[in-house]
């Protein structure tokens, strides 16, 4: 989330709201809707929503559209909807992303128009510090000071106090099969104010277009019962909302205590860290679930103990490694397929239809991967990995620049000049490139690729 020291009033409010929610925590907020049509929050809200870029939705309008007309005027207009009661949320454009690793499987993603998100977004940063002080300290996802490293050292805590007995769970398409009404409980739980519950009823009824070979389908709308779009700027938030039933009823039924368990969570991700019985953990796991209309995913939920098998969470691979002496630990590394994906995106960048482009142009591209990749997963064992990863970006440097200097023609027997400038152009591309282990040590001078330079010879 972006910085809001320039509205001082909207981070001053959302701090009280904050203070008020933690002092009573039986109390419901009303009168909010007067603060959403605000200029200061809609400023805000563009501002996070334009952060997060983002295709447009129905309408087709981008921000570029919005910033050619007036961005004053646009948020203007948009506050007099609001004010009057004349807004009305626009139809989402879903679009089917396939899953990582998993060909010719998809997930749903709904794109609100740009004007919607900015309302949800002003929406969310007054409700946003109303429900974190609610929300368990076990849950990390979409959450303000809250991370997925977070989460995984959560993990590697439990792991390390012989919470070895883990249930590595999945919900079933669960942001697809929340309950409206109940979800809409949840909500009302701390919020009285009619005008904020109608616009969240709205955004969850909003109709779908989904638009394939050139033919639209229109589904969702005021019969809908169940589901809240990925992709909306406040289903991260009324997701978190939901699941924290069931992390307080696991607490509440006595579970943590009963299994000296700990749940992890991270939106609809989540593990249960027992001492043992953790084939009855998930049972009960199961049950509650049930009970707030959520289905465990039978096919991809399952009981590992860590010392014998392996589980993946957020990226991470957790199980048995070995130290420098040879005893073994549980400890955690980048997981097979966070390695796979970093791989294919190296390909996209170095691929035979970027050879348009300059060596530092694409050695840029690479590096701001490679930072990123690094920046998340730099904690654990990580040094195969490394090795592995920085080998393969050099072959694939390595194949971009002789592709892109092609090998020049020259009579048979004759010296040819041409082929020592290319060569050097191929070296030279090499430089450039950053490997993982220089990230951390940029002062120091690198032979970068040694090994891929001598073939490019």
Known sequence: MISLSRWEKVEDLRAKLNGKAKAKPKFRFYSLHDKVFRMDFLEAAYAQCKSNDGAPGVDGVTFEDIEARGVGAYLAEL??????????????R???????????????LGIPTIRDRIVQQSVKLLLEPIFEADFTDNAYGYRPGKSALDAIRDVSEGLRHRQVNV??????KYFDTIPHDDLMRSVERRIADHKILWLIRQWLKAPVHETTAGKTEITGGKGTRVGTPQ??????????IYF??????????????????????????????????????????KQLLERIGLTLNAGKTRVVRAWQESFDFLGYTFGVQYGRDGREHLGKKPSLKSQQRYRDRVRALTAADQTCKRPETVAAALKALTQGFWGYFSAGATQDARRALDAYQAERMLNWAQRKYKRPRGQKGQPNPGQGRRREKIGAALKLVVRSTDLKQPDRERNLFASAASLAK
């Not at 506050?79 to 989402?92: G, I, T």
């Not at 879903?94 to 749903?108: A, D, L, S, W």
């Not at 249930?167 to 079933?172: F, I, P, R, T």
């Open 79 to 92: 506050s007099h909807e609001l004010k009057d009661l004349n807004y009305r949320p626009q139809a989402v």
């Open 244 to 285: 924290r039933r069931f992390l307080l009823a696991w607490e509440q039924n006595g579970y943590g205590q009963k299994f000296q368990s700990r749940i992890v969570n991270y939106a609809d991700d989540f593990v249960i860290l027992c001492e043992h019985s953790a084939q009855a953990a998930q049972a009960k796991a």
């Open 167 to 172: 249930v590595d769970g999945d919900v079933s």
């Open 94 to 108: 879903r679009k089917m992303i396939e899953k990582t690793g998993q060909p010719g499987k998809f997930r749903p």
């Open 231 to 240: 992709g909306g700027v406040i289903s991260p938030l009324l997701a978190n």
